[in-house]
T-cell receptor
């Protein structure tokens, strides 16, 4: 049973470029969550999605950030016109609809030069 | 207001000794779940242990146990017989809401544990 997959593991972008982070949930999991972790801090919730639906995006910055979880394929977290402050680790987690816990992927470490 | 508080930014423990990592939480929801995750230097988040608010007994998973004191709203993690590989950041997290239906987690700031040989 493959765990939550995220790619790329490391992503370097220059200011103003776009970053696309991908997350494939565990088999049988229909819920995906994205979190951001700044250096030396805990994880902060960004967005919660089900297939083709955004359920809760209360943690997403109002501009430049978007997320989707299409019917087919991975969930995508998209950051447009990246700035240095976007440098962080971005974690994806997944769960089945009724879940005791969320299972995390290995994270994508975004560095903005 | 902080929902999850971890008051120990860093902790040291001697190998083979037990250590307790503190976590207090704040919620008005009668149904919630409490979790501990380990984040080693490699960066991944590893699930350790879960405690439901209605669970009568403290959760245990191998060398990990959760000292759940509901009235005090505390959920401390106890690691017995520490090993060098236990050196990592430890995060306490809470999920609010009944039936675990797709709720996001709130994480504490973490405690960095260093196990000394």
């Amino acid at each position: 049973n493959a765990g939550v997959m995220q790619n790329p593991r490391h992503l370097v972008r220059r200011r103003g470029q776009e970053a696309r982070l991908r997350c494939s949930p565990m088999k049988g999991h229909s819920h995906v969550y994205w979190y951001r972790q700044l250096p030396e801090e805990g994880l902060k919730f960004m967005v919660y999605l089900q297939k083709e639906n955004i359920i809760d995006e209360s943690g997403m910055p109002k501009e430049r950030f978007s997320a989707e979880f299409p019917k087919e394929g991975p969930s995508i977290l998209r950051i447009q016109q990246v700035v240095r402050g976007d440098s962080a680790a971005y974690f994806c987690a997944s769960s089945p609809p009724i879940a005791d816990t969320q299972y995390f992927g290995p994270g994508t470490r975004l560095t903005v030069l | 207001a902080q929902k999850i508080t971890q008051t120990q930014p860093g902790m040291f423990v001697q190998e083979k000794e037990a250590v307790t990592l503190d976590c207090t939480y704040d919620t008005s929801d009668p149904s919630y779940g409490l979790f501990w995750y380990k984040q080693p230097s490699s960066g991944e988040m590893i699930f350790l242990i879960y405690q439901g608010s209605y669970d009568q007994q403290n959760a245990t998973e191998g060398r990990y146990s959760l000292n759940f004191q509901k009235a005090r709203k505390s959920a401390n993690l106890v690691i017995s017989a520490s090993q060098l590989g236990d050196s990592a950041m430890y995060f306490c997290a809470m999920r609010e809401g009944r039936d675990n239906y797709g709720q996001n987690f709130v994480f504490g700031p973490g405690t960095r544990l260093s196990v000394l040989p």
